[in-house]
């Protein structure tokens, strides 16, 4: 069965410094991979989507960036972390036609 | 771009009282999903619906898709402890990503 696993589950990080979220999948090959936001409170905004290795489309400009390094490995990045990054990020695949499935999560509060 | 509305935006029932969240889209929509995501977990996928007028029903849960396929509609009859969460319909036209709606959190008083 497929598998997704995200980590870390939480996350206190300064105004300033690099960020790196990791996702990866079991179970799957060539798998489209997603990263959402969720704001405390607030519905699902995607950040970034990918349908293979090294490609990457964003879906919002912003102070973030991802790459797909492997197939089944989608990594989220930023240089510099805002206050404004602090929010719940979720990682996701779709196995078409059916629904997304999203790994547990990271809660990253910016401070 | 696509928008897509949900109401409420939050609702508290008695245990036991029937509860239902409404999903509207400014377009026409291909498919529409509805995921559940309890209190401090993630969301998981419950139902798609792609037909218009289609109802699907999960036990106590009833999904419904508007005739011209611009909302839709999540019913849970009877409500008990264990549907307290926040219910998200995410919605596409043909290939294009989906979009989530801004949920409606569900408390259920016992």
């Known amino acids: 069965s497929q598998t997704i696993h995200q980590w870390p589950a939480t996350l206190v990080q300064p105004v300033g410094s690099p960020l790196s979220l990791e996702c990866t999948v079991e179970g799957t090959s060539n798998p489209n991979l997603y990263w959402y936001r969720q704001a405390a409170g607030r519905g699902l905004q995607l950040l970034f989507y990918?349908?293979?290795?090294?490609?990457i489309s964003s879906e919002v400009p912003q102070n973030l960036s991802a790459s797909r390094p492997q197939d089944r490995q989608f990594i989220l990045s930023s240089k510099k972390l805002l206050l404004s990054d602090s929010g719940f990020y979720l990682c996701a695949w779709r196995d078409r036609p059916y629904g997304y499935t999203f790994g547990s999560g990271t809660r990253l509060t910016v401070v | 771009g696509q928008q897509v509305m949900q109401i409420p935006q939050y609702q508290h029932v008695q245990e036991g009282e029937d509860f239902t969240t409404y999903c509207n889209s400014s377009?026409?929509?291909?498919?529409i999903q509805w995921y559940k995501q309890r209190p401090g977990g993630h969301p998981v996928f419950l139902i798609q619906l792609v037909k218009s007028g289609e109802v699907k029903k999960q036990k106590r849960l009833t999904f419904q898709f508007g005739e011209a396929k611009k909302n839709s509609s999540l019913h849970i009859t009877a409500t008990q402890t264990t549907d307290v969460g926040t219910y998200f319909c995410?919605?596409?036209?043909?290939?294009?990503?989906?979009?989530f709606g801004p949920g409606t959190r569900l408390s259920v008083l016992p």
């Open positions: 995410a919605a596409t036209n043909y290939g294009q990503n989906f979009v």
């Open positions: 377009t026409t929509l291909s498919n």
């Open positions: 990918s349908v293979g290795i090294g490609q």
